[in-house]
């Protein structure tokens, strides 16, 4: 993120860095059903069988998180109040962003090269970004990559919001709220995912986050206790016929959000170093899952081959994560940054 003076610089909300790795690890969990025959997990449990049947949700969890981390940073006097200061924005979005996105989409093209759908157009779009606006290619290359082009329109819109001042930005929540929840209460069927709803669960997900953090003052004062009830309502309202994705942005998510914050394991130093490692362990599991299961899959057998086969999964994305943060992540962050901040000294000195 852009660069801000020690004074003024907003501090860290590891909690929601904690809660993002959990979420991270779900998805993998979720998508880790492609590498075994169809039945498989009927032996599994009640909880495995909900995660494998609803792990894809807690992408909509990256957003609200999302969301209230942006409003925390970006929502102080001056962040973004001109050019210069939203040129830094996109430039710390870009080098946050785009090199692991580069480098996964590059190893997917490579070892999956022929796969259907993965052609010349597709990666064109991922190349820039586009994919999940273009839906035959939102599943191609490295399929949930899809969520980068969601969550770089919203960066867009509230960027645009928040530099036109606080009146504009309510009523651009306000708005992509009720839009968001509307769209999916009217035209989202149960169960899921599908492609149609990307644009306003991205919307609804990261601006209740904003919602969130403009009210976490009241929010502060609700007991513990009383946000359960939301987060297993949102959850059992998921299985209902409409769109899940309205009681789970508006119930539950937003009350897992409240909840971390409060819970110090969250912001633990375990915690912290999975969250460090979520966006990587977001980008690299599908090429893992879906290499192991074109090499040596479709697997099958009992709980204890299930459980030998996951906790291979974990430990090789976990491991790749923490390569890929150290090697790709924060070198090349640095770089453009560095090489952001040199251009921009040599244009203050040019002037």
């Excluded at 996105?101 to 820039?128: C, Q, R, V």
């Excluded at 994705?245 to 130093?269: H, K, Y």
């Excluded at 375990?270 to 299961?293: K, T």
Aim: hydrophobic share 55%.
């Amino acid at each position: 993120m852009a660069s801000t003076p020690p004074s003024t610089a907003p501090g860290r909300l590891a909690r929601l860095d904690g809660l993002r790795g959990l979420a991270a690890c779900v998805v993998v969990f979720y998508h880790s059903r492609l590498m075994f025959a169809d039945g498989a997990f009927a032996r599994a449990g009640p909880v495995a069988a909900w995660l494998h049947g609803w792990g894809w949700a807690f992408v909509d969890l990256f957003f609200l998180i999302s969301g209230y981390i942006f409003a925390h940073v970006y929502l102080r006097p001056g962040a973004l109040a001109s050019g210069r200061r939203l040129a830094d924005f996109a430039v710390a979005r870009i080098a946050r962003l785009y090199p692991l996105h580069l480098a996964t989409l590059l190893a997917a093209a490579f070892l999956f090269a022929g796969k259907p759908g993965s052609d010349g157009a597709a990666f064109a779009a991922h190349l820039f970004m586009l994919q999940a606006f273009t839906a035959p290619f939102a599943d191609t290359f490295n399929g949930p990559s899809w969520s980068l082009t969601i969550e770089c329109a919203c960066y867009v819109v509230f960027a645009a919001a928040a530099f036109s001042g606080p009146r504009v930005l309510a009523l651009v929540t306000v708005g992509a709220i009720c839009w968001g929840a509307a769209d999916l209460a009217l035209t989202g069927p149960p169960g899921g995912p599908w492609a149609g709803d990307l644009v306003p669960r991205g919307l609804l997900g990261f601006f209740m986050g904003q919602a969130l953090w403009h009210g976490r003052a009241g929010l502060a004062r609700v007991p513990a206790g009383l946000l359960l009830l939301p987060l297993a309502g949102g959850l059992v309202l998921a299985a209902g016929p409409w769109s899940p994705l309205v009681p789970l942005d508006l119930l539950a998510w937003p009350a897992a959000v409240l909840l971390a914050l409060r819970l110090p394991v969250m912001g633990g130093r375990a915690m912290v170093w999975l969250g460090d490692r979520s966006y990587g362990i977001y980008l690299v599991h599908m090429p893992l899952i879906e290499f192991a299961a074109k090499r040596f899959g479709p697997f099958d057998g009992g709980w204890l081959a299930m459980l030998v086969l996951h906790a291979a999964l974990a430990a090789g994305v976990l491991l790749l994560a923490d390569a890929t943060l150290r090697r790709i992540e924060q070198p090349a962050r640095a770089a453009i940054r560095a090489g952001w901040a040199a251009r921009r000294q040599g244009t203050v000195q040019a002037a």
